[in-house]
Nanobody
Framework: VQLQASGGGLVQAGGSLRLSCAASGSIVSENIFKINDMGWYRQAPGKQREPVATITSGGSTTYADSVKGRFTISRDNAKKTVYLQMNSLKPEDTGVYYC????????????????WGQGTQVTVSS
């Protein structure tokens, strides 16, 4: 599975951005290969990567305290795409944002994996 993130950029404080991340690859059958949770992480310069938001295949969401009320995660299961709507952006939201997708392969051996996108830069100026 490959994840392609897009939508990052430079925005002034108080502005908005929408990130998208689409999963692609040779998925044989949804009966044996499932994408479960999807989410977003971010890494600010000099800091560790941290979780921002996650969403289950059923639509349940969780958010980091620092983004609650400002960010909204959503997904389109048919398109295998996860979105992150970011409003009221702050300079401290600056960083590289990575999308993730957790998959389960129900083959002869069950394989559970976390896939990472390549990252998209978000810069919020004050």
């Amino acid at each position: 599975v490959q994840l392609q993130a897009s939508g990052g950029g430079l925005v002034q404080a108080g502005g908005s951005l929408r990130l998208s991340c689409a999963a692609s690859g040779s998925i044989v059958s949804e009966n044996i290969f499932k994408i479960n949770d999807m989410g977003w992480y971010r890494q600010a310069p000099g800091k560790q990567r941290e979780p921002v938001a996650t969403i289950t295949s059923g639509g349940s969401t969780t958010y980091a305290d620092s983004v609650k009320g400002r960010f909204t995660i959503s997904r389109d299961n048919a398109k295998k795409t996860v979105y992150l709507q970011m409003n009221s952006l702050k300079p401290e939201d600056t960083g590289v944002y990575y999308c993730t997708a957790d998959s389960t392969y129900l083959g002869p051996t069950v394989v559970v994996e976390r896939h990472w996108g390549q990252g998209t830069q978000v810069t919020v100026s004050s």
